[in-house]
Structure formats: structure tokens, C-alpha cells
């Protein structure tokens, strides 16, 4: 589900989502009616079922509502936010302290479509990926994937050991080979605690009031990122495309 989950788990409220567990978010699927579901609608849901089922998957909770049931369609508007005109609606929501009842919608796709849904299944294997990653920034030692955040005084590094990119704790995100300085976001003193990637290829220094103190791009489209600390001590995101890899940004730093 490439182009929904994630984006739906990560570009909204990024500083939030970032804050909780994989178990204490749901995908809530809201339609227009139980029994005379859309087209859309049950294309929605049979590829949401279809992903619950794979073993990689199982922890993701999905849930359902509907503007025919009164209650739900009161929760729906009053809660949510969510309103007729915007059916079907996916949303990314945060769940109550019993991991029960949505509490806010943290994202959310309005008038989805089963268009939208060709790439479920590459969404959520990355959102698979991403919530075993949350809590463990190291996880891949050159690599930083949507999901993943760093934090201050971790670190990326080469597979030969010669490079770093690491973030400081005085903000300043810093790229150097064995020691020695090579490249450096400026930030010192800004307040940034937190790195991570997000689903739009943009990385983003961030404080601890979610404020983005440095970003690499001010836009971007949702798709397969990745940033690589690589052995010629370049730090590059590229965007992992069928067939090919594309380079998006750097630190221009190759063999210094």
C-alpha cells in the first residue's frame, strides 16, 4: 500500500504519529452504507481484508463505519471530522488508552478510490517495515527509510567504516569521516532532537515541539525513499522506482 498507508501513518502530524506505537493506531474505512456498500467502498475493504491476512501484516488493525448507522455517522462528524461528502473516507486514526475507540483522525484519503488502491500491497509492507522500525533508529546501519527516525547521538554509517552521519547534540546534523568534518546541516543551537524521513523523500530535522528546524525540500511526492550513508562518504536519498533507482538529493560530499 505504498502510496496510502504510509502517507496516511506519517505525513499528517508526523511529530505525533512518530510518538506512538504501531498498536495504538487503526485504518478506519468509512462508507456511506452497510448494505448497499459502493463499489469503491468494498473494493476498499476486500483489499484491506486481503492485506490483514498476510503474516507480515497481522498486526494492523482495521476498523469500519457508516453514514446509515446514526451514531456512527454523529462519531464520524463530531470526532473525526469526516462528513457525507467525503465518502468513502480512509483515515489514519490514534485509538483510545484500551486500544478500543478512535479518539482523532490523524490523516486521512477522502472519495478513495479502487484506482488509489493498485498499490495496498507495497503500502503496507512498508508499514510493516516502518512500525517494527519506530523504536529503533539503528536498525539499518547506512540507511534511514520512511519510519525510522534518529535521534540525538545516532548515527548512520558506511559499511566500510570510514563514514558518519551523525546528529549532535547541539542540533547539528554532521558528516564526517573518522572524526573529521566534512559536511553539516548549520543548525547548532536550533533545538533539533529528531531525524527522520518522510514518505515524500523530504528529510527533516525536527524539535521537540514537532517545529521543523531544517528539511532538504520544501516538496515532494509520496513514494519508495531511502537515505544512504554511503562508502564515498555521499549521503544520498535516492526514490527506489520499478526497474530503476532515482537520485534525489545529497550532501555532495563523494570522495573528500
Known amino acids: 500500500m505504498f502510496r496510502i498507508f504510509l502517507l496516511l501513518w506519517l505525513v499528517s502530524q508526523m511529530a505525533l504519529a512518530q510518538t506512538l506505537r504501531p498498536e495504538q493506531m487503526m485504518i478506519l474505512l468509512i462508507g456511506a452504507s452497510t448494505n448497499n456498500p459502493t463499489a469503491d467502498q468494498q473494493a476498499a ?21 457508516h453514514f446509515d448507522r446514526p451514531a456512527e455517522a454523529r462519531f464520524a462528524a463530531q470526532v473525526l471530522g469526516v462528513d457525507r461528502s467525503q465518502l468513502p473516507c480512509l483515515c489514519l486514526v490514534q485509538l483510545d488508552s484500551q486500544l478500543q475507540r478512535p479518539v482523532r483522525k490523524l490523516y486521512a484519503i477522502p472519495r478513495v478510490t479502487r484506482q488509489q488502491l493498485e ?63 566534512l559536511w553539516g546541516s548549520e543548525t547548532n543551537g536550533q533545538g533539533g532532537v529528531l531525524l527522520s524521513m518522510g514518505p515524500d ?28 550513508m554511503q562508502d564515498d562518504g555521499n549521503a544520498v536519498i535516492y526514490l527506489q522506482e520499478p526497474g530503476r533507482t532515482v537520485f534525489v538529493w545529497s550532501t555532495e560530499t563523494p570522495r573528500r
Not at 45 to 65: E, P
Not at 176 to 181: L, Q, V
Not at 201 to 221: D, E, F, K
Request: hydrophobic share 35%.
Open 45 to 65: 475493504l476486500a483489499r484491506l481484508k486481503a492485506l490483514r491476512q498476510q503474516q507480515a501484516f497481522r498486526q494492523l488493525k482495521i476498523g469500519t463505519m
Open 119 to 181: 498499490q495496498v500491497e507495497a503500502m503496507g509492507r512498508m508499514w510493516a517495515q516502518s512500525a517494527g522500525a519506530l523504536s529503533s533508529p539503528q536498525t539499518a546501519r547506512n540507511r534511514l527509510v520512511p519510519g525510522q527516525k534518529l535521534q540525538v547521538g545516532g548515527s548512520l554509517n558506511s559499511l566500510n567504516g570510514e563514514y558518519s552521519l551523525a546528529l549532535q547534540s547541539d542540533g547539528n546534523l554532521v558528516l564526517s569521516r573518522h572524526g573529521n568534518p
Open 201 to 228: 523523500g523530504i528529510l527533516r530535522l525536527t524539535a521537540p515541539n514537532g517545529q521543523v528546524v531544517w528539511q532538504t525540500r520544501t516538496s515532494g511526492s509520496p513514494g519508495n525513499y531511502f537515505l544512504e
